[in-house]
């Protein structure tokens, strides 16, 4: 069975200083990644994917996420920060098969002035 | 109209009372999905649809029931509710070969006391 793992609870960073929120996943094929943001009483948002080609994806509101296959990584990247990015970050995998797509367990990012 | 809705938005039960959530979209996508959210514990999936006649228990399906009674609508049931389900209850739809994003409802709140 597929899974992720984000192994921070908490990542805290200084507005203009640059970002990252990890993830690394487990699936038996090749997978689907995907990276959603969740703000205060909101659902999720879709903000990148990779699903195959380069291994930088690029995504809303100036994030990208580079793919590892040999670390099984899918970090989340974003070069300077803004306080607005203050929110949930959730990574999700799902294989080429057909499987359910699975979340992690949530990473909350907090930007400071 | 938003893509996909859920009713009620907020909702609060008595111990042992049946609820059901509902659940409808508008993007024409097979893949249904129910998750229910805890804090520090991310998104986890309850009952998944691939399609009208195809139903798939997730990681934590115990004590809820789901019917997918269209392509557009699937709903799910505490049919006897507990204070542990007390959560956020996300509905979401992904369509093509799975290879797209997930689109999420805005959530219902679920207090059971």
């Known amino acids: 069975a597929q899974s992720v793992a984000q192994p921070e609870d908490q990542v805290n960073v200084a507005e203009g200083n640059p970002l990252t929120v990890k993830c690394t996943y487990s699936?038996?094929?090749?997978?689907?990644l995907f990276w959603y943001v969740q703000y205060p009483n909101r659902g999720l948002q879709f903000l990148l994917k990779y699903i195959t080609g380069d291994n930088l994806v690029k995504g809303s509101y100036g994030f990208e996420a580079e793919f590892n296959k040999s670390q099984t990584s899918f970090h989340l990247k974003k070069p300077s920060a803004l306080v607005s990015d203050s929110a949930l970050y959730f990574c999700?995998?799902?294989?080429?098969?057909?499987?359910?797509?699975?979340f992690g367990k949530g990473t909350r990012l907090s930007v400071i002035a | 109209d938003a893509d996909v809705t859920q009713t009620p938005r907020n909702r609060i039960t008595k111990t042992g009372k049946r609820i059901m959530l509902e659940c409808s979209q508008t993007?024409?996508?097979?893949?249904m999905y129910w998750y229910r959210q805890d804090p520090g514990l991310g998104l986890r999936l309850i009952y998944y649809s691939f399609d009208v006649k195809d139903i798939n228990k997730g990681e934590i399906s115990d004590g809820y029931s789901v019917s997918r009674q269209a392509q557009a609508k699937f709903s799910l049931s505490l049919e006897s509710a507990i204070p542990n389900q007390t959560a956020l209850y996300f509905c979401?739809?992904?369509?093509?070969?799975?290879?797209?994003?997930?689109?999420f409802g805005q959530g219902t709140r679920l207090t059971v006391v």
């Open positions: 993007k024409g996508h097979d893949r």
């Open positions: 699936v038996s094929g090749n997978p689907y």
């Open positions: 999700a995998v799902r294989d080429i098969r057909n499987t359910p797509l699975v």
């Open positions: 979401a739809t992904i369509g093509g070969g799975g290879n797209t994003e997930a689109f």
